[in-house]
C-alpha cells in the first residue's frame, strides 16, 4: 500500500487555484454536516490558497472510526417488566455485573440477529406472546451508530416489524428465551466473554 | 482511455492503495468510500459490476485535459454512483454513494 509522508508533494486540481500541487500536512478536517472532526489527519493542503484539497487513502481509517462515533439517539417505550428481563439476564451471565451492560446485551444480540449467527427463528412471532402485552411504562435509550441503524432496518425487512420498538421488544423477548427462562443459558460461554470487557 | 482500461486502471490504484479522497475542505458525509463504511474490496467489486452503458466520462469543468469518470453499476437491488479521475501517478475519488441519496 501506497504510504504518504508528511510533507510529501503531489499534483491536485484545487477548487479554487485549478491545477496545481499540494503538501500533504497535518489538519483536523471536519464532516461537512458538522458532526464530528477527525484530529490531526495527514491532508493535502493547496500550496497556493493552503485549502485541504484531499485526504489520503491511509487516513481513512481515522476518518471511519471517527465516523462510527456518530450516533443517533432512539427512544423506546416498553413494559417495566421488558426491563427486568435485562436485569436477570445480566445477573445470570455475570453476577458482578451492573445495569449498564444491559444496553450492551441488547445490541449484541441486535449484531448477532441481524448477522444470523442467532437464529432469527420466529423472532417476529415473539410479540403475539402473553409476555408481549403490557403497559408501556418505562423509557428505553440507546445511541447508535449508522452500523447499528442498518441492522435494526435489516431485522425490520427479515422479520417484518413496523418499528424500532418492535425490534427491542422481540430482541428483549430472545433475551428472556435464551438466558433468563432456561436452566442452562444459551450462548454463556461467548456472552461472558463479552461481558469480560464490562467488568 | 477507453471503458475497460478506466476499469483496470482505477482497480490497480485501488489494489496498491494509491489514491486520495477530494475533499472540498470538509469531509462529506455521503461519500460512503471516503467515511470508511466502503472498504477497497468492495469498491472493486462494484467496479468489476459496472457495465459499459453504465459508465460515462467528461472533461473536469476546470482542467479540460483531464477526464472525469462516472461508473453506476447495479448490485444487490442498489445503483450506486462512483465518480473519480486520475491524476498523476493517483487515481482522485470524488465520491462513491448510493445513487438518488
Known sequence: ?199 | MGFKDVKSQVIICLENGSYDHEVREKIDIKNLFQCGQLNDDEVIELIRHTRGNEYESSPHHQVSTIDVHVLKPFKNGKRWYIKFYFIEPDAMFISVHESGV
Open chain 1, 1 to 199: 500500500m501506497k504510504i504518504v509522508k508528511e510533507g510529501d508533494s503531489r499534483q491536485v486540481i484545487c477548487p479554487e487555484c485549478g491545477l496545481t500541487h499540494a503538501t500533504y500536512q497535518l489538519r483536523d478536517v471536519s464532516f461537512n454536516d458538522d458532526s464530528g472532526l477527525v484530529k490531526n489527519i495527514l491532508a493535502a493542503v493547496c500550496n497556493h490558497c493552503n485549502t485541504v484539497v484531499s485526504i489520503p487513502k491511509q487516513s481513512t481509517a481515522k476518518v471511519r472510526a471517527e465516523y462510527n462515533k456518530i450516533k443517533t439517539p432512539i427512544d423506546v417505550r416498553l413494559p417495566a417488566h421488558f426491563l427486568d428481563i435485562l436485569n436477570i439476564a445480566t445477573q445470570k451471565i455475570d453476577a458482578s455485573l451492573g445495569d449498564s451492560f444491559n444496553k450492551a446485551l441488547v445490541l449484541y444480540y441486535l449484531h448477532a440477529l441481524s448477522s444470523n449467527r442467532f437464529s432469527q427463528n420466529d423472532l417476529g412471532l415473539l410479540l403475539t406472546s402473553d409476555l408481549a402485552k403490557a403497559k408501556a411504562s418505562k423509557r428505553f435509550s440507546v445511541k447508535l451508530n449508522e452500523k447499528s441503524i442498518n441492522e435494526i432496518k435489516s431485522l425490520m425487512a427479515s422479520q417484518k416489524l413496523k418499528n424500532n420498538t418492535e425490534v427491542f421488544k422481540s430482541l428483549i423477548l430472545r433475551i428472556n428465551e435464551d438466558i433468563v427462562q432456561p436452566k442452562q443459558p444459551k450462548h454463556l460461554a461467548e456472552l461472558q466473554n463479552f461481558a469480560a470487557a464490562f467488568a
